[in-house]
């Protein structure tokens, strides 16, 4: 496999992901049951944006982590790419150009990590859940959505995060979350409801 290839990740039922393309020690690090330090330029562009957003480095680590094993050229099955994994329509909600780009895809993912940590009063594991599936099913379930790729995630995540093993505390939502777009039609999450 060449450095520049092409990563694929696909979906097991049991919510597992499957990576094609992943080379020995991305899988490695991503399938690690300990938080795996990154590289140092890596750890210097994760604490760099990490901390302008309020954010635990370690926190994004794990993220990084469960979603690519730190593999800038990893595209999933749904087209999301790089560290963070970050989805087309929302790379660009984040005007991040190059999502492929370590110190673009991290300030664009903890961008968002932060958003979902405001909209549901940092609650970890309701962030994580809506970083995974979207804030729209939380909302649904006012709660970490019953499917199985979501909560493995947030437990792993959560697990790596703090250094155990992670008993899944299932939140709930102190108060509903809205969509809705501002009038240059960028989608707004709140819990203000709808306008």
């Keep these: 496999m060449s450095l520049g290839a092409e990563v694929r990740v696909g979906m097991l039922s049991d919510g597992s992901k499957i990576i094609y393309g992943e080379g020995r020690a991305h899988r490695e ?22 901390t302008s957003r309020r954010l635990d480095p370690k926190l994004v680590q794990a993220v990084i982590q469960v979603e690519s094993g730190y593999n800038a050229r990893a595209r999933s099955n749904k087209g999301a790419m790089g560290l963070m994994q970050l989805m087309p329509g929302t790379a660009k909600e984040l005007a991040v150009a190059n999502p492929y780009d370590a110190s ?3 300030l664009g993912g903890t961008a968002y990590l932060r958003q979902l940590l405001d909209l549901f009063d940092d609650q970890v594991e309701l962030a994580l859940a809506a970083y995974n599936a979207g804030p729209g099913a939380v909302r649904k379930y006012g709660g970490i959505p019953p499917y199985a790729e979501t909560t493995a995630y947030v437990r792993r995540i959560v697990g790596l995060y703090r250094g155990e093993e992670a008993s899944l505390r299932i939140g709930t939502l102190a108060r509903p979350v809205y969509t809705t777009r501002d009038p240059s039609g960028r989608i707004l999450l709140t819990t203000s409801g709808p306008r």
């Excluded at 330090?37 to 604490?47: E, N, R, S, T, Y």
């Design 104 to 106: 673009q895809n991290v």
């Design 29 to 50: 690090r991503r399938l690690s049951a300990r938080l795996v330090a990154p590289q140092a330029d890596l750890a210097a562009i994760i604490d760099q944006h990490a």
